[in-house]
């Protein structure tokens, strides 16, 4: 027999349908100008490239210009959710380089927490713009295979960077442990 443990197991839940009510608060910010904005728009697709249309995306970015108002909730940090066809639209400022501790420029990204039915952890990722020369240099995008980096890289398309988060499947996005 065990001895036994100070630890209380705990439930863990899948997110949503009901994430959307959370989110209202959010969408209430003010907008960016047009030289600001950064958008991206893309698609959730699940392992047979079909829809997820209740994902939520977090998007961080430390290295954002500061908030031009007196809103408590920083100004590289924004979630969205997904619609019907499981696509999404996001409108951010531009990040800027972000230096590590060792002092080396990483390229200007947004961290995303990728939160869908079935998981009972949220998924991890990155995004990195198509345009960006640090992308050369960028120590985190470097040590991915290079097969798979596009995976990363949002292409910019009409005035917009297209980038899909693919749950499973041979385009599965990169994914990082934490």
């Not at 920083?74 to 409108?91: E, H, I, K, M």
């Not at 080396?104 to 039915?117: D, M, N, Y």
Request: glycine fraction near 6%; aromatic fraction near 10%; hydrophobic fraction near 40%.
């Amino acid at each position: 027999m065990s001895a036994p443990s100070k630890w209380i197991p705990a439930s863990s839940q899948t997110v949503g349908p009901y994430f959307r009510i959370g989110l209202e608060y959010l969408l209430d910010r003010p907008a960016l100008s047009a030289s600001e904005a950064l958008l991206v728009r893309g698609k959730v697709l699940d392992r047979d490239l079909a829809p997820v249309s209740d994902a939520m995306l977090e998007f961080w970015s430390p290295a954002c210009p500061a908030a031009s108002s007196s809103d408590a909730v920083p100004s590289g940090f924004l979630r969205v959710g997904t619609d019907d066809d499981g696509a999404f639209t996001a409108a951010l400022p531009r990040p800027q380089p972000h230096p590590e501790q060792n002092g080396i420029q990483q390229a200007p990204h947004f961290l995303v927490l990728v939160f869908a039915r079935g998981l009972l952890r949220h998924l991890i990722t990155r995004i990195y713009f198509e345009d960006e020369p640090a992308n050369a240099t960028d120590p985190v995008l470097q040590s991915i295979p290079a097969a798979r980096r596009q995976t990363l890289i949002a292409q910019h398309r009409d005035g917009a960077y297209s980038w899909n988060v693919h749950l499973q499947g041979p385009e599965e996005t990169v994914f990082f442990a934490w």
